[in-house]
């Protein structure tokens, strides 16, 4: 169980390092105004969305459910209900964040560098409450 529990940490550590990273490409790939330098953008947000954000949030939630069902007394657990809708956001969020890659790429992105800011600081709102969560487990 140990084992699952550790790969999970680091597989949400993976898909939270994409989830505040793509954000701040949006930023950057939204002020961009040279072509050369948004098909950069482009290449590298598929990357990263792609090949780090999509497998390391498919490897946390399947090690999540490993671990629910290696712990069914979690769902009885206040805190465990906050903790899995705040996930659920988060899913939400990154598949968002595919919209969003997908609009960069067929070059109708409609929003602003500033939207893309504030945008960004979701997930730090959702780590802080999921981390309080399994560690202080308040209810």
Not at 35 to 50: A, I, N, Q
Not at 71 to 95: C, D, E, N, Q, R
């Amino acid at each position: 169980m140990l084992w699952i529990k550790a790969f999970h940490i680091i597989s949400a550590v993976a898909w939270f390092a994409g989830l505040f990273y793509l954000p701040r490409l949006f930023v950057y790939h939204a002020q961009c105004e040279d072509t050369l330098g948004r098909e950069r953008f482009k290449v590298m947000e598929r990357k990263l969305y792609r090949g780090i954000m999509h497998p390391s949030a498919t490897l946390t939630v399947i090690l999540g459910l490993i671990l629910v069902y290696l712990t069914p007394i979690w769902l009885s657990a206040g805190w465990f209900h906050t903790k899995i809708f705040l996930v659920l956001l988060l899913i939400g969020y990154h598949l968002y964040c595919g919209r969003l890659l997908v609009a960069f790429r067929e070059d109708r992105n409609r929003y602003s560098h500033v939207f893309y800011r504030w945008f960004n600081e979701l997930p730090v709102l959702i780590l802080v409450g999921v981390v309080i969560l399994v560690v202080v487990k308040p209810f």
